[in-house]
C-alpha cells in the first residue's frame, strides 16, 4: 500500500499535487503543532460548445472530482453554473433546488468517499427566486455553508 497517494501511479500526472515550499511558523518553533499542508484543487472541464454538451462537461468535471479526491484533495473548487452551464434556457429559468438535484447527490458522494471539502457553485431555485450559490460541502457530504453572489 502507498503511504501517500499523491506519490502513486493511480494519480495522473495531471491532478499530481505539488506543495508549496514550507516556512517556518512565526513563533520562531521549529514545527507549528496545529499546521498542515492543505491540498487545494481547482477543477476546469472543458467549456460547453458546438463540440462539448453539457452532460459531457459535467461528466468530465465529476471525473476530475474523482481524481482529485484519489490525490487527497482536502478542498476542491467546482466552475460556477455547474448545474446550468450549456443546457437549454428552461434549466437556467428553473432550475430546481441545488440540493435536491442528482450532481449534488454525486458531488456529496465523492466528498464522503475521500473525506474532502468540495465547493459547488450553481444556480439554485428557492422560493424567492433563483441564486447563483456556492455550497460548502464537508468531509461528511452535509452542506456547511452557502454563499450567494450578489
Known amino acids: 500500500m502507498v503511504a501517500n497517494r ?3 501511479q493511480h494519480c495522473p500526472r495531471s ?3 505539488r506543495p508549496l515550499q514550507q516556512t517556518r511558523p512565526s513563533n520562531g518553533l521549529e514545527e507549528d503543532p496545529m499546521s498542515r ?3 487545494i484543487c481547482t477543477i476546469q472541464p472543458p467549456a460547453v460548445g458546438d463540440d462539448v454538451s453539457h452532460e459531457q462537461m459535467e ?3 465529476l471525473r476530475l472530482l474523482e481524481e482529485a ?3 487527497d484533495a482536502d478542498l476542491v473548487c467546482l466552475p460556477e453554473y455547474l448545474n446550468v452551464m450549456g443546457c437549454a434556457d428552461d434549466a437556467w429559468r428553473s432550475p430546481g433546488p441545488a440540493e435536491q438535484s442528482p450532481l449534488f447527490d454525486k458531488v ?3 466528498a464522503r468517499l475521500h473525506t474532502m471539502h468540495v465547493i459547488l457553485p450553481v444556480l439554485d431555485e428557492r422560493e424567492d427566486g433563483n441564486f447563483n450559490t456556492s455550497l460548502v460541502i464537508d468531509r461528511s457530504g452535509q452542506v456547511v455553508g452557502r454563499y450567494d453572489k450578489t
Request: hydrophobic share 45%; proline share 6%.
Open 69 to 71: 479526491g484519489a490525490c
Open 37 to 39: 499542508p492543505v491540498h
Open 15 to 17: 491532478a499530481r499535487i
Open 6 to 8: 499523491r506519490e502513486s
Open 108 to 110: 456529496a458522494a465523492l
Open 59 to 61: 461528466d468530465t468535471a
